[in-house]
């Protein structure tokens, strides 16, 4: 009997079970993989403000003051920062190091132990897992499901589900003479999203995308883009894939069960980062969690405390980061490229680049502050509610 499951070993689970062995609660991860950071796509580029705020520990490998943004026309306009914002580390290299940190703290890990069912009962609740080809059951007082935006499990439980997602794809690639964050606006290459080409060690770099669908075909339009403009030395890579959860789960919690990170839908609408605010979600989850324990009560209603909480801190963030998604989303590349013209010429981006309020985080200051400046059409199409612009409507 444990205190608690961990349902996955991604950074959020890892981070989780990290603090809650620290509490002095015995902790156990369930993971199906081989190994925390196996196979993972994720491009690593975390702010500053969050490496430190979590006292993260991982392999970097540059720091980001400057991006350039490419218009469908070719034309770029580039941001500078004077402080570095953002660190491009390994990702696999943060998910082993947080699951050695919750080692060190006492929390157990099983590798390749897929989570097939999490049934709450009246005095536990109870993970049944493939293991070495049997089935085995776990018990606890209580299961954290942060098992990634693929997973059923919570809509198995009766949470709801995600009705929206993205697509990532990505490749390393051997760059040429590409020092700088790139990021790249095409409707005909990344529809409704973007694609981006981010330089990590010397010579060598992840191109990426996301799409809402078909991300291999796009991904490899994109390399061959990309070769044909000489920044990448061949279009031949291998590719990885991974959702996004666009909207969050109705509840993320319920009797004897929390969800967080990607499983939840904390996520920017805008970039599809997850670290940052599944981290943010963890910590409150843990600090209810902990109270749980104290109080000896693990029910829903008890526990509904951290869906309120973390709804309190990012909801706001999450509605108007998905809304600019929307709008961006209804734009043809004439549009965009007029966009890029109109902020060239009234000098948003240095704005921006000087702005005391810039957060790599939080984005939702930022929206206002673009979409004022552009055009006043702009402005009240973004700001028409989102039940108007659209029809499947994500849960916050
Ligand atoms: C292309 C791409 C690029 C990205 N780049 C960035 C970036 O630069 N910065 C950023 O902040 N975010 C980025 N993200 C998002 C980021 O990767 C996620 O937000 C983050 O990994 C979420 O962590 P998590 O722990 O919630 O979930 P995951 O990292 O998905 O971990 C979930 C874990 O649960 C395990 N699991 C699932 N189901 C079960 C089960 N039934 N039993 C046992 N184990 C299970 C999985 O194997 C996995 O190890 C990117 C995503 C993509 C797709």
């Known amino acids: ?74 034309e770029f306009i580039r941001l500078e920062r004077e402080a570095p914002q953002a660190y491009i580390i390994d990702s696999a290299s943060l998910d082993k190091s947080l699951k050695e940190r919750a080692q060190k703290y ?9 989570v097939v069912a999490i049934t709450p009962e009246a005095d536990c609740v109870s993970a049944t897992v493939n293991y070495q080809g049997k089935q085995r059951t776990f018990t606890a007082q209580v299961a954290v499901l942060a098992c990634g935006s693929g997973s059923r499990l919570p809509e198995k439980i009766g949470l709801g589900r995600v009705s929206d997602f993205m697509v990532g794809a990505q490749a390393e690639v051997n760059t040429i003479n590409i020092d700088e964050v790139e990021v790249y606006f095409d409707q005909n290459l990344f529809p409704s999203f973007f694609g981006w080409l981010v330089p990590t060690k010397s010579g060598k770099g992840l191109a ?39 909207g969050t789960l109705p509840r993320t919690c319920s009797d004897r069960i929390i969800v967080v990170g990607d499983a939840a839908g904390q996520v920017k609408p805008t970039t599809g980062g997850g670290i940052y605010y599944g981290l943010l979600c963890a910590d409150i989850a843990v600090n209810c969690l902990h109270q749980a324990f104290l109080a000896n009560n693990f029910s829903a209603a008890k526990l509904s405390i951290y869906h309120k909480q973390w709804q309190a801190k990012l909801d706001h963030e999450l509605r108007t980061g998905y809304r600019a998604r929307r709008l961006y989303k209804k734009l043809s ?44 059409g702009l402005l009240s199409v973004a700001l028409k509610p989102i039940t108007k612009m659209r029809t499947n409507r994500p849960h916050y």
């Open 1 to 74: 009997m444990y205190d608690v499951i961990i349902v996955g070993a991604g950074p959020i689970g890892s981070h989780t079970a990290s603090k809650l062995a620290a509490l002095g609660y015995k902790v156990i991860v369930l993971e199906q993989k081989e190994d925390a950071g196996e196979n993972i796509c994720c491009t690593g580029i975390i702010s500053i403000e969050c490496f430190n705020a979590f006292n993260l520990n991982a392999s970097i490998l540059r720091q980001a003051n400057s991006a350039k943004f490419f218009a469908p026309c070719g």
């Open 106 to 114: 006492g929390a157990d890990y099983l590798l390749s132990t897929p």
């Open 208 to 246: 990426g995308l996301l799409v809402p669908d078909n991300p291999a075909s796009y991904l490899r339009s994109f390399l061959r883009h990309l070769q044909s403009q000489g920044k990448i030395a061949s279009s031949e890579a291998d590719m990885k894939f991974g959702t996004i959860p666009l």
């Open 333 to 376: 590349n004439r549009r965009i490229d007029h966009l890029f013209q109109a902020a060239q010429a009234n000098g948003i981006f240095k704005l921006i680049a000087e702005w005391p309020d810039f957060s790599f985080d939080w984005h939702r200051k930022l929206i206002f502050e673009i979409v004022k400046h552009l055009t006043p």
